[in-house]
């Protein structure tokens, strides 16, 4: 019996990130993404150190249980005014700087 192309599962994960990796749209994406997602772990990370859950956290911040979900989930562009928010209810002081950006790494594919 002939093996279908493409599995109505899906892809095993090493096929999968093999097309990931080699995808231009998808590294595109990644790429526009990546702040957001460096902030989310933040966001997360802080949240988890003072013992917030997300509602309270909005409560304190003044937005929304979804918006701070959103933000966690490193979807969301938030504001510079949310960011300040954030650093006053986790104690912090907001800092804003620029960076060199990192070498992109090559890509490599994954083999099964």
Do not use: C, W
Request: glycine share 4%; hydrophobic share 40%; charged share 25%.
């Amino acid at each position: 019996m002939k093996k279908n192309a493409f599995s109505p599962l899906g892809s095993d994960t090493a096929t999968a990130e093999s097309r990931r990796l080699t995808d231009e749209a998808y590294r595109a994406e990644r790429h526009h993404r990546a702040p957001f997602e460096r902030i989310a772990r933040l966001v997360i990370s802080h949240r988890m150190a003072t013992g917030l859950t997300q509602k309270a956290l909005a409560v304190q911040v003044g937005t929304s249980e979804s918006a701070i979900s959103r933000l966690e989930h490193g979807d969301h562009s938030p504001s510079f005014d949310t960011l300040r928010r954030l650093a006053d209810v986790f104690g912090k002081e907001l800092v804003v700087d620029f960076v060199a950006a990192p070498a992109e790494a090559p890509v490599q594919a994954v083999s099964a």
